[in-house]
């Protein structure tokens, strides 16, 4: 929730494949998450993009969130 609740999205509530790839990348870069390569693409996969490219930004967090080892989550 805080993490969709503070970042920026060109349409409300929904993120396109970029803004989920530097989504990540943010929270690599300032929650320490170990992120690999797969993950977006393991998530995105899991996902069935409008015909925009747009995903639901809750249900991208909800797929990457379980990729994450427990032990970073908290």
Excluded: K
Excluded at 20 to 41: E, H, I, K, S
Excluded at 55 to 73: C, G, K, T
């Amino acid at each position: 929730s805080y993490v969709l609740n503070n970042y920026s999205m060109s349409q409300p509530r929904h993120i396109s494949a970029q803004e989920a790839q530097l989504l990540l990348n943010n929270m690599q870069r300032f929650c320490n998450f170990p992120v690999q390569d797969t993950y977006f693409a393991t998530a995105w996969s899991q996902l069935g993009e409008d015909n925009n490219g747009y995903v639901s930004a809750s249900l991208f967090i909800q797929a990457v969130i379980p990729l994450i080892p427990p032990a970073y989550i908290w």
